[in-house]
């Protein structure tokens, strides 16, 4: 995580209202869908998309701060969300655009052009950028589009078929670092998103799903070690869209039987398909609308379910995430962090005179407890460490050297150590207050 990132979040909550005040900004498909259905066009025209080259790594900051400081400046309810002033959040703006530091191949490097990937607050002036180029072109145009709509960096319009290569002309002089590329309709069809959206003969505009050639309607597989309101989740969205996006009863319901088709390819039964489908009771909704506590647990099969049953009459709502993913494992597309900058971490550190291994669980990095352990070393603190209580009390030396990470999870966030002997080739070792312990000698200390 970058560490910028709270940061950029926490900025993005202030400057997120200030987008989409404009009649040109889209919110989503379903909206997109309602308003192109109620448009009509002229013989002469032709639905056209325009699409920036590239926004992101594109974005001019120093634009970007200028807006975002325009907007925070004729926002009258800014005081409402934060006491900073407009000074202070463009003073914080300008270091989370400004720190574009990635690293790859064990290299540092610095993007030079644009805006972040990943950083919260990238998308919001991205947005605000867009704004601020849309209303510069279009208000000097010397012939407005029918109507100009656009989700960040998606634009479709429609206007006369002769001025189409000059307002594309138009669009990319405004700023040299947002260039537009541009797609007309072919053969009375422009596809927008998610939407194909087809002319017909009176000028009208009907709409339907639309899925690039590549799509291989590959979904949430029902055998996955998935909680099963994933899987409903799966089938509600996909039927929604069908009904949001399909302009008719003919092509939502071609779009509905191609649904159930790939879920049952799938593997989705065909009657848990149909019962999703179902309108939800009063009952249900009233229940999401009540005042919960949020919790989000791993999700493991048969236990999950039980801890939700249990906490549900206490009113806190449980949701549960995979352990891991496909994506998870596959993918990697960041240098992997050294061991001993790893946080979150279960480690070991071998004895270099008996069979015995340390075992440890930190939740902070484990340069940081290797240091403590140590300090615990050279001054024999035996409260600090279980490793300077081996010394003392065997005489025994581990070389830290050799400390190795056994497991970690991105999201431990422990503050306490645990720390045990696992004890090889059966040997047992006795626990001052309890006895002997099969395998393990555990102390909890505070971390």
């Known amino acids: 995580m970058s560490p910028t990132y709270e940061l950029s979040k926490f900025l993005a909550s202030l400057l997120s209202p200030c987008v989409g005040l404009t009649d040109h900004h889209v919110k989503n498909s379903g909206q ?7 448009q009509t066009l002229a013989d002469t025209d032709v639905l056209v998309s325009f ?8 974005v001019p900051t120093a634009r970007a701060l200028q807006v975002s ?4 400046e004729n926002d009258p309810t800014l005081a409402e969300r934060t006491c900073l002033s407009v000074d202070n959040i463009c003073d914080l703006l300008s270091l989370c655009l400004d720190a574009t530091y990635l690293t790859f191949e064990g290299k540092v490097y610095r993007q030079i052009h644009g805006t972040a990937m990943g950083s919260p607050v990238s ?17 000097t145009f010397h012939t407005p589009p029918r109507f100009w709509r656009r989700y960040v960096d998606d634009t479709c319009t429609a206007l006369p078929l002769d001025v189409v290569d000059s307002l594309h002309q138009h669009l990319n002089s405004v700023d040299p670092s947002i260039q537009f590329t541009v797609e007309k309709e072919n053969g009375g069809q422009l596809p927008f998103l998610d939407i194909l959206l087809s002319r017909e003969s009176d000028g009208s505009i009907s709409t339907s799903v639309y899925r690039k050639a590549t799509h291989t309607d590959q979904y949430l597989n029902f055998q996955s070690h998935h909680p099963v309101a994933h899987k409903r989740a799966v089938v509600r969205t996909l039927m929604c869209r069908a009904e949001g996006l399909s302009s008719s009863a003919v092509s939502r319901v071609a779009e509905e039987k191609h649904v159930v088709e790939a879920l049952q390819r799938n593997g989705y ?25 949020n919790l989000t647990l791993p999700y493991i099969s048969g236990l999950s379910e039980s801890i939700r049953r249990i906490l549900s009459p206490l009113s806190i709502q449980v949701s549960f995430r995979p352990l891991k993913t496909l994506k998870q494992v596959l993918v990697h597309p960041k240098d992997p962090v050294p061991a001993s900058r790893r946080k979150g971490v279960v480690y070991s550190i071998p004895c270099a005179e008996c069979p015995r291994t340390y075992i ?11 240091q403590e352990h140590r300090r615990a070393l050279k001054n024999a603190d ?4 279980a490793v300077a209580e081996h010394l003392f009390e065997a005489g025994h030396r581990f070389d830290l050297s050799k400390a190795s990470v056994i497991d970690s999870h991105p999201h431990t966030q422990t503050r306490c ?21 099969p395998g393990l000698y555990a102390t909890m200390l505070s971390d």
Do not use: C, Y
């Not at 997109?32 to 109620?38: H, K, L, Q, W």
């Not at 699409?51 to 594109?58: G, K, N, Q, Y």
């Not at 919001?124 to 208000?139: F, R």
């Not at 035996?382 to 460490?385: D, E, G, L, M, P």
């Open 32 to 38: 997109f869908a309602r308003f192109i259905t109620s």
């Open 51 to 58: 699409d920036v080259v590239s926004l992101f790594t594109r």
């Open 69 to 72: 400081r325009d907007r925070l």
């Open 123 to 139: 998308v919001v002036v991205a947005n605000l950028v867009m704004e601020d180029i849309e209303q510069k072109a279009l208000s």
């Open 269 to 293: 039964p065909k009657g848990f398909i149909h019962k999703q489908t179902r309108p939800r009771t009063d009952q249900a909704s009233q229940k999401d609308n009540e005042t919960r506590a």
């Open 360 to 370: 440890g669980q930190t939740g902070r990095s484990l340069d940081l407890r290797l």
């Open 382 to 385: 035996v409260a600090a460490s």
């Open 417 to 437: 150590l645990l720390e045990s002997w696992h004890i090889q080739h059966h040997q047992a070792p006795l626990n001052r207050e309890r006895g002997p312990l």
